[in-house]
């Protein structure tokens, strides 16, 4: 994989970006996701953009071959694997915080996970913290897409709610004050460890760990798959926030 650092923005614009950007930016919220009920679940900027902490350096000291973060935020997790010599490309549909990824060090992409990416059946783990487990509102497309990405065996680490909850959701991304609007509502999932093993059982993928640290939750998966040959995308839990203009794949942010 070459070091190249590159924001490649090939998604549309999306309704809460500015309210994101803006939280990214600062380093700070308050940001929430809002159901339609009105329930309120707090978005965590302040971790997400200090640096790795303890329980993801623990993360990451699992990960094998070249990794894929899917939906990489303000690229904490990118950065410290960067900054150990390990080759990794976070991808994130917000170019804020792509660009702060790409500030700390790392190498990343304006880009969905269910648009053409670099080295597809090539990557050897993926990863899904930080609720990204629910992109897409629909875990059985995006397992599926993820054992397209990965090479034959590969491993996929997956942060999961604390909780038995297996829910789908229409939410926006809203500031409680301040001069953004609530965003489109757009599909998203939470899933407890019970929730995505059962996916991940029904999807062709085995559980090999599944652990806890303070309040956070994670499984591992290894991807079934044995063919070499990666398959186009089957997924149509393509989002409209996600849909591309003109799809294209920059070779040279990621060369395996």
């Known amino acids: 994989m070459s070091t190249a650092h590159e924001i490649v923005p090939t ?43 303890r329980t993801d350096l623990a993360v990451l000291a699992r990960c094998e071959g070249a990794v894929l973060d899917v939906g990489c935020g303000p690229g904490r997790l990118v950065a410290a694997l960067a900054s150990r010599g390990r080759r990794v490309l976070g991808i994130d549909v917000s170019e804020a915080a792509v ?78 004050s301040g001069r953004h609007p609530a965003g489109t509502p757009f599909p998203w999932a939470r899933l407890g460890t019970p929730a995505l093993l059962r996916h991940a059982e029904a999807g062709g993928w085995r559980a090999v760990a599944q652990w806890t640290s303070g309040d956070r939750s994670f499984v591992a998966l290894r991807s079934r798959r044995t063919s070499s040959r990666a398959e186009p995308p089957k997924s149509t839990a393509v989002i409209s926030s996600q849909r591309v203009r003109k799809p294209s794949v920059d070779r040279s942010a990621a060369r395996l």
């Open 11 to 53: 998604v549309t614009a999306r309704p809460w970006a500015d309210a994101y950007a803006e939280a990214v930016r600062a380093g700070r919220g308050p940001l929430f996701l809002r159901r339609a009920d009105g329930w309120l679940l707090p978005l965590e900027v302040e971790r997400w953009c200090a640096d790795a902490d």
């Open 99 to 176: 660009a702060h990824t790409v500030r700390l060090g790392g190498s990343a992409l304006c880009r969905s996970v269910f648009e053409p990416l670099p080295a597809e059946g090539r990557w050897g783990t993926a990863l899904l913290m930080d609720g990204n487990v629910g992109i897409g509102g629909d875990p059985g497309a995006l397992l599926l897409r993820l054992r397209e990405l990965l090479a034959p065996g590969g491993l996929l680490i997956a942060e999961t709610v604390p909780a038995d909850i297996d829910e789908r959701a229409s939410v926006q991304i809203v500031r409680l």
